[in-house]
């Protein structure tokens, strides 16, 4: 569930992991990993490469499902442990905030929602995108917001090849 590597140049900044990827031990090892790729343009041989790419999510554990799907990350979780984390990836270009709850921790000023947030992308700076969850499950917010596609994705994959580029090691 979690993937760091002191030279990592993407930070990927989740939720918590849900049943099949706290079964496989691997992040984003689901249709919501194949999507998060997809929107960012590259390989999974790159996605995994923690020199590359960090992926710390909220939580390392399974919340159990609640009504509307799985529950938030516990928060004891990244009380515990998230800041020490960060502070060990020093090199980190580009962080992707994915979902409402790594939204609350990085982006403490956000808008009211997480549809607002996504949309106003632009106000926090190149360094951090903030996203929806890439799950299947939010394939309606997908169709109802077509900006997302139009506008965000094609900056977000020109922020993450750039962030990547390794010509400049």
């Not at 909220?58 to 960060?86: H, I, N, V």
């Given at each position: 569930?979690?993937?760091?590597?002191?030279?990592a140049?993407?930070l990927v900044?989740?939720?918590?992991?849900?049943?099949?990827?706290?079964?496989?031990?691997?992040?984003?090892?689901?249709?919501?990993g194949?999507?998060?790729?997809?929107?960012?343009?590259?390989?999974?041989?790159?996605?995994?490469?923690?020199?590359?790419?960090?992926?710390?999510?909220?939580g390392?554990?399974?919340?159990?499902?609640?009504?509307?799907?799985?529950?938030?990350?516990?928060?004891?979780?990244?009380?515990?442990?998230?800041?020490q984390?960060?502070?060990?990836?020093?090199?980190?270009?580009?962080?992707l905030v994915?979902?409402?709850?790594?939204?609350?921790?990085?982006?403490?000023?956000?808008?009211?929602n997480?549809t607002e947030?996504?949309?106003?992308?632009?106000?926090?700076?190149?360094?951090?995108?903030?996203?929806?969850?890439?799950?299947?499950?939010?394939n309606?917010?997908?169709?109802?917001?077509?900006w997302?596609?139009?506008?965000?994705l094609?900056?977000l994959?020109?922020?993450a090849?750039?962030?990547?580029?390794?010509?400049?090691?």
């Amino acid at each position: 569930m979690l993937q760091v590597g002191a030279h990592a140049k993407i930070l990927v900044a989740g939720q918590a992991p849900g049943r099949r990827v706290h079964e496989s031990g691997v992040p984003f090892d689901d249709p919501s990993g194949n999507r998060l790729r997809e929107w960012l343009g590259i390989s999974r041989d790159v996605f995994y490469d923690p020199e590359k790419i960090a992926i710390l999510p909220m939580g390392f554990c399974y919340p159990g499902t609640g009504k509307s799907g799985d529950l938030p990350p516990r928060p004891e979780c990244a009380k515990a442990w998230r800041q020490q984390l960060l502070q060990s990836l020093g090199q980190i270009e580009l962080t992707l905030v994915i979902g409402q709850y790594a939204q609350r921790w990085h982006l403490p000023n956000t808008h009211k929602n997480l549809t607002e947030t996504v949309r106003a992308w632009r106000d926090y700076g190149p360094e951090i995108i903030p996203l929806p969850h890439p799950s299947p499950r939010n394939n309606i917010w997908l169709k109802r917001n077509p900006w997302f596609s139009e506008s965000l994705l094609p900056d977000l994959r020109k922020a993450a090849h750039k962030a990547l580029d390794t010509s400049r090691d």
